[in-house]
């Protein structure tokens, strides 16, 4: 009996191994399921329900927090994931390695809903993509969802919007020298967007050499070489004296506390600040800036496609649309005139108090797509420059005070090293001494 | 062919008769665990740090050492390291000496685990909160007091136990002898405690360099730590050099330990925990 109940501890105790490596063993569902696999805080949850509801498929729902995190899970050629819903140049990267499906527009009804000046600009920004030696349509590989762009968020009650307007990207390096913004400025703690805030300031203020002056805007921002690259370097030591702090996600928190003046962001988190906070505004500064978008797309290797093509569709109904509009706070790709054709969609907007009008003429909220200074950032094949040069710019920032403390602690340090060192040497010897 | 497979099925009938509950065999479980999320993840790790694009180089060494970010990343982690545990030493190392002569030393102790009992991530944005209230910048000193407040306990715990543990009669006996308070403490308890030093020196020092919430909460614009930057590295997908940055990290956690058995070997109270 002993033997017994010793052994069926060992094998409850390997189950519970077992169980931690997420061995399914009882995956066969009688239910269509689809796995998607999305932002965090990027959807209406109750929208799924609906679509779990109506079309009677159980949605396996889990979220990623960067596009980086969710390039590095689908490494896993196996991974359970039908749906995914990544930024450009993600999508881009995913196309290329041929990871992901064309889609079948033939069994989307909704398709028309979709702001075609979204589709028509990625397809001009990425007219040069092709798998397998072929030439594709970026739009033939998703289904655009939400899109914005980088800016400024500034606090109005501490910088006047002309002043700030015309600082543009300066504002981060608080070119016009207004004292209360020192040490109260937000840089975001992301390599692309910082690289593309620094490139457009060293345009901005005329430091970047004829060369690189001269390419289109949407050249340049996809452009890395080492010049470029140690330019943008040096203007982000040099931002290093009136800068808060690299900010990961509590940059919305800190502009609406006003613990920061003004900091680089989304235009939905922009909105969603605010909202929370009537003198912060926001702006794309003249010289140009970036849009971006996010799109489902499906993989290659899902199980369940009929079932992604549904919640496709679904997600481009006007009213689901803005539910998701609302809910999170983004712009979404819909079109204006498929939203006002639905009398729901419309009454969605009413009961979150917004004038229709207003909704759709807010410039921030729908900027100008084809505006040919709002350009999309594609991806870089090689972040690994791009990377070191980030860490090279977060690693220095010791001032002499600092440096000093560090000093007098690392001899006080080493002291205390040497002192245990000598006291166990002095023992040995002394132990030495008794023996002999 | 009749008699090998009799013969197979007698010797699995003495291996299952012979099979007895033995003391090991509890340890089955726990070897499967370990060679599954501690073996294997290492295994990964090494092969890792030699594979770039799919073939066999050494260029993840090379990208390491030529991007310079990294190896000054972990200098300065290694001083930021130093610091700390010197500071958790000299504030440590009082606290536990005190209170191993109370007697009431056990509940005080339990104050200073209580913290921990608190997810180390809220004390931390609170640390940062407090910090901000009182118009305090961000940066490498506040940092250090972020990283000492969240890894004092592991000094004092194993200081605690060892300076408890250690006899009384020594000390008194010293000064039965003449020896001045301080002369005792310097040639009895200092040396006798050196497990514990050793023990939590070894404790909070590999952690912090590792370390990387804590900075970007508390570091300000200065302070990114080699933790910080292994995580930006798999982030980005740069899994070779993460991996050689990782294994660096691994053979600072062997060295210490050789030095640790070697100053430690013949001493007694080695399990501390």
Request: proline fraction near 3%; charged fraction near 20%.
């Amino acid at each position: 009996m002993k033997r017994f109940i010793a052994i069926l501890i060992i094998v409850a105790m390997s189950v519970g191994v077992l169980t931690a490596l997420n061995v399914q063993i009882g995956a066969f569902a009688a239910v269509d399921k689809l796995y998607v696999y999305n932002w965090g805080d990027y959807i209406d949850m109750d929208a799924i329900a609906e679509f779990e509801s109506e079309f009677n498929i159980d949605v396996v729902y889990s979220t990623f927090d960067t596009n980086e995190i969710m390039l590095s899970s689908l490494q896993d050629q196996q991974a359970q994931i039908d749906l995914i819903c990544p930024s450009d140049y993600a999508l881009q990267r995913l196309i290329v390695q041929d990871r992901l499906e064309k889609i079948d527009f033939s069994k989307l009804s909704n398709y028309s809903n979709i702001n075609s000046a979204i589709t028509t600009k990625v397809d001009a920004n990425f007219a040069d993509l092709t798998v397998n030696n072929a030439k594709q349509k970026m739009s033939d590989y998703f289904i655009p969802y939400m899109m914005g762009t980088v800016g400024i968020v500034y606090n109005t009650s501490v910088i006047d919007p002309e002043v700030a307007y015309e600082a543009g990207y300066g504002l981060l390096w608080n070119t016009p020298g207004i004292s209360k913004l020192n040490r109260k400025i937000l840089m975001k703690d992301s390599v692309r967007e910082a690289y593309l805030a620094g490139v457009f300031y060293l345009k901005e203020s005329g430091k970047l050499s004829d060369t690189y002056n001269n390419m289109p805007l949407s050249e340049l921002i996809n452009y890395v070489d080492d010049t470029l690259l140690s330019q943008v370097e040096e203007a982000f030591k040099e931002q290093h004296k009136v800068i808060s702090s690299y900010e990961v996600d509590f940059g919305k928190t800190d502009l609406v506390n006003e613990k920061a003046y003004a900091g680089l962001a989304w235009s939905g988190d922009a909105l969603w600040a605010m909202e929370d906070l009537d003198t912060l505004d926001y702006y794309v500064p003249k010289i140009g800036g970036n849009i971006w978008f996010d799109g489902w797309a499906m993989l290659k290797n899902s199980q369940n496609k009929e079932s992604a093509l549904k919640f496709m569709d679904f997600m481009m109904r006007p009213d689901i649309a803005m539910r998701n509009a609302m809910a999170i706070g983004y712009t979404s790709c819909e079109s204006e005139a498929a939203v006002r054709a639905s009398a729901t969609a419309l009454d969605i907007l009413e009961e979150n108090d917004y004038d229709v009008d207003e909704f759709f003429g807010d410039s921030i909220r729908y900027p100008d797509i084809s505006d040919p200074l709002l350009v999309i950032m594609k991806d870089f094949s090689d972040d690994s420059k791009l990377v070191a040069m980030w860490e090279r710019v977060k690693t220095t920032g010791l001032n002499p005070v600092n440096l000093i403390i560090i000093i007098v602690s690392s001899v006080v340090g080493v002291g205390i090293i040497i002192l245990v060192i000598f006291l166990i040497n002095k023992k040995k010897k002394s132990r030495r001494a008794v023996a002999a | 062919m009749k008699t090998y497979i009799t013969n197979i099925g007698s010797k699995l009938v003495t291996k299952i008769k012979g099979f007895r509950i033995t003391r090991s065999v509890f340890a089955y479980p726990y070897v499967l665990f370990m060679s599954l999320f501690v073996v294997a993840p290492l295994v990964i790790l090494l092969a890792n740090a030699f594979i770039s694009n799919g073939q066999f180089t050494f260029s993840n060494f090379s990208d390491l050492v030529r991007d310079g970010a990294s190896l000054k990343t972990l200098s300065f982690s290694i001083l930021v390291g130093i610091i700390t545990t010197s500071l958790c030493l000299l504030i440590g190392y009082p606290v536990a000496f005190i209170l191993s002569k109370w007697s009431s030393g056990r509940l005080i102790v339990l104050l200073f685990i209580l913290p921990m009992w608190v997810n180390f991530l809220i004390r931390t944005l609170s640390t940062r909160y407090m910090f901000e209230a009182l118009g305090i910048e961000l940066g490498i000193g506040t940092l250090i007091f972020g990283l000492v407040y969240n890894y004092i306990p592991f000094m004092i715990l194993p200081l605690h136990t060892t300076l408890s543990n250690i006899d009384k009669s020594y000390s008194e006996a010293a000064s039965d002898l003449g020896a001045h308070s301080i002369t005792t403490f310097l040639k009895i308890t200092l040396p006798l405690s050196m497990p514990g030093i050793l023990s939590g020196i070894t404790m909070v020092f590999i952690p912090t360099i590792s370390t990387f919430a804590i900075t970007q909460f508390l570091g300000g614009t200065s302070a990114h730590l080699f933790g910080d930057s292994i995580n930006t590295k798999f982030e980005h997908q740069l899994y070779g050099v993460g991996s050689v940055m990782s294994l660096i990290m691994l053979a600072l956690v062997l060295v210490s330990n050789y030095f640790m058995r070697k100053t430690n070997r013949g001493e007694a109270a080695r399990n501390l925990w």
